[in-house]
């Protein structure tokens, strides 16, 4: 047997080794792209976990001021009660915790 080139006498010629990179380059682009799109979707992601973040820390601002002002109230409600010796005190503090159960129920 004679030893040849290797490309003819392997039984590859020019056309199948062409074919063949056509074809891995067309399974890179289609990765290329693939990658490409997670890339943006991660992007989008971070983004919105931002905004997110923001918010959350913005309604835990406002639900800190709103529990403090309910126990500023509460606290003045239960002076309030100790100071009289009266019903109308504890029907006070009986509406007041009447209302903002109802606030809190419509949030």
Known sequence: MRRGTGVQDSGWNQDMIYDMEAGHN?????????????????????????????????????????????????????????QAGSRHMCYLLLFVLGFFFMLWRML
């Open 26 to 82: 067309d399974k890179i682009d289609r990765l290329r792209s693939t990658t490409d799109r997670i890339r943006e979707i991660a992007m989008v992601m971070g983004e919105e976990l931002k905004d997110q973040n923001q918010m959350i820390d913005g309604i835990d601002k406002d639900m800190s001021t709103a529990r403090a002002a309910l126990e500023k109230a509460m606290a003045h409600a239960r002076r309030l009660a100790a």
